[in-house]
Antibody, heavy 120, light 107 residues
Framework: QVQLQQWGAGLLKPSETLSLTCAVY????????WTWIRQPPGKGLEWIGE???????NYNPSLKSRVTISLDTSKTQFSLKLSSVTAADTAVYYC??????????????WGQGTMVTVSS | DIQMTQSPSSLSASVGDRVTITCRAS??????LGWYQQKPGKAPKRLIY???TLQAGVPSRFSGSGSGTEFTLTISSLQPEDFATYYC?????????FGGGTKVEIK
């Protein structure tokens, strides 16, 4: 059974860097995109970006200048860094998986979510 | 960016009602669309993929239809556990985008 378990700092000050990690259990990296998605309190879902097993990334242009997604294949973990955070980055952050090479290519497995609050 | 316009943003319905939610894409996305259900404090759960294929384990009262720019999620007979927020997702082009959500509430 594939599971994603995520963790990271939940309270940041403005201008700091958000850092989250997602561990993959029961699956290899190959054949999938490993993704970060966020949801501000009471609002909808926003795709942040993704990485494949070879380290190739795709980012949302709205966040691209501040986002880095990386992977650690030895630990089957992938990570999100978002620099220069502001209150607008306050959200629940989810990691998720989707198929890369075949249908269906929407998100099938999600992490439990991590609430990140940016406040001075 | 492909805009996904979801309607209505909220609705009130009774147990047993038929409910229909619509997503319109700003450009054609073939059938590259999924539907998700989200309950408070939980991650979204996929109900439908490829616009009309039911995810394994999801009750058959859920169905999806559409292709191109207009898509529909239908719940044929609303059950108490179906009160939640529903989102569509397009994965035809980058950036991937979600609809704004439809909150289904108890009437």
């Amino acid at each position: 059974q594939v599971q994603l378990q995520q963790w990271g700092a939940g309270l940041l000050k403005p201008s700091e860097t958000l850092s989250l990690t997602c561990a993959v259990y029961g699956a290899s990296f190959s054949g999938y995109y490993w993704t970060w998605i966020r949801q501000p309190p009471g609002k909808g879902l926003e795709w942040i970006g993704e990485i494949n097993h070879s380290g190739s990334t795709n980012y949302n242009p709205s966040l691209k200048s501040r986002v880095t997604i990386s992977l650690d294949t030895s630990k089957t973990q992938f990570s999100l860094k978002l620099s220069s955070v502001t209150a607008a980055d306050t959200a629940v952050y989810y990691c998720a998986r989707r198929n890369r090479n075949h249908e269906p290519r929407s998100f099938d497995i999600w992490g439990q979510g991590t609430m990140v609050t940016v406040s001075s | 960016d492909i805009q996904m316009t979801q309607s209505p943003s909220s609705l009130s319905a009774s147990v047993g009602d038929r409910v229909t939610i619509t997503c319109r894409a700003s450009q054609g996305i073939r059938n590259d669309l999924g539907w998700y259900q989200q309950k408070p404090g939980k991650a979204p759960k996929r109900l439908i993929y490829a616009a009309s294929t039911l995810q394994a384990g999801v009750p058959s009262r859920f169905s999806g239809s559409g292709s191109g720019t207009e898509f529909t999620l239908t719940i044929s007979s609303l059950q108490p556990e179906d009160f939640a927020t529903y989102y569509c997702l397009q994965h035809n082009d980058y950036p991937l985008t979600f609809g704004g959500g439809t909150k289904v509430e108890i009437k």
